[in-house]
């Protein structure tokens, strides 16, 4: 059995947080405010259904969260994001728990018709998987909650004009920091992300050793991110941040090496090297290679 909580309403979730609602799409809560929880014995899991974007800072180390099949990759000072559409599930002990931490909760409709919903698609971090949660240093942490309080000051003026510009320029402000988190977490968690550029560059070698090309086509960036275990837009932000180039772009730079070598591994047709790639149409693919290495294979093979 399990409980299936909605969260689709600023109202109801403040008044569940034993919070007043100080503007009906935006809130800023301290969960240590809210009251005690207890789901009951009955159900196993609580599922979380999320119609609001929300961010939570949470100050303890919180291994029973889910989303999907794996548990989030939580400790204390962790900020995760859940976007409309999602789902979180809570393995329910059945016993009290008081809550703890922070969050910021919006309606998609606040940021609509202002500047940040232009840009909203580029944070990628709403879409990545679970172990790929944002860890804050003590620093990190408190700039967060200072960034909170900002939001919440202006959540108490009266609203105006300005309300809904300014409200939306502060939390572009903290996702803009948020941004810089991540890029920081990608240089320095070595332990989590160490060896995933090795194990990419493996994955190319025997995808392309296997009959998979001839099945499945050139190597997508989605299929080598779910080999790997990783969103495909974490795994595209690390091989950036890795190389310098898009994880397309990587494994198109590679199609290519690999695509150079069978040039010269006999009489095989330019046709029948692009199946072996995984190429549909071999115009494709010769099309592909003259961009890239600046000739046609046959050229390429008579220039060598």
Known sequence: ?????????????NADNNHKTLHPLVSVIDFSKAPERNWGTEAKTIKFQYGLYCIYLKDVKCGDIRYGRDYYDYQAGTLVFFAPGQVMEVD??????????????FHPDLIHGTILAKTFSDYNFFSYKTNEALHISDDERQLVLDLFVKI???LKQPVDKHSKKLIASNIELFLNYCERFYDRQFIT?????????TKFEDLLNSYFLSEKPQSIGVPSVAYCANTLHL?????GDLIKKETGQTAKEYILNKTIEIAKNKVFEGDKTVNEIA??????????????FKQRVGCTPNEYKNLN
Request: proline share 5%.
């Open 152 to 154: 919440e000051l202006e």
């Open 1 to 13: 059995m399990e409980i299936l909580y909605p969260i689709n309403n600023i109202s109801k979730y």
């Open 189 to 197: 968690r070595d332990n989590v992300n160490r060896g995933v550029l």
């Open 231 to 235: 969103s495909a837009n974490y795994f």
């Open 275 to 288: 199946y072996e790639l995984g190429f549909k149409y071999p115009q494709h693919f010769t099309r592909l």
């Open 92 to 105: 329910n002990l059945g016993i009290s728990y008081q809550p703890v931490g922070y969050g910021l909760v």
